[in-house]
């Protein structure tokens, strides 16, 4: 943010509405990411046909109507990419690993407060099975 000092008000707006990740596999990452979201209130909410978005196929994830994770069926992504959802709390964190494990996801770390980033940063991460980081993270004391 530039020309001036920043609001409490900026402090929690989040400036982000939605993200992409390619995909080699859209079956297959709407199936890994219809249980692993779902702990943190997610759901699959659109599926586009190339023909219908005029490129790609498309899958979206989000809360009600409003899509937050969209899926493109463009081909596997190179660098992979590293995504973070917050969760409400603690349990839904642990409940996000099960999930992306029993999805076909490998840990990438387990449920577990990270203090380097900070004291109540409890987080945990899975790699999707084309190797995107996916964590959850609650801020809890």
Known sequence: MTGGPETARDELALSLDH???SVADLRRATNFYTPLLA???LKLIAEVSAEQSGSVAYAGFGL???GTLWLAASGKQTPQAHVCFRARCREDVRAF?????AAGGSD???PGIREIYHEAYYAAFVLD???HNIEAVCFEP
Do not use: V
């Open 39 to 41: 702990p943190l209130g």
């Open 97 to 101: 690993h099960s999930a992306g494990l």
């Open 129 to 131: 099975p084309e190797g």
């Open 64 to 66: 009600g109507r409003k």
């Open 108 to 110: 990438n770390g387990p």
């Open 19 to 21: 993200i992409s990740l």
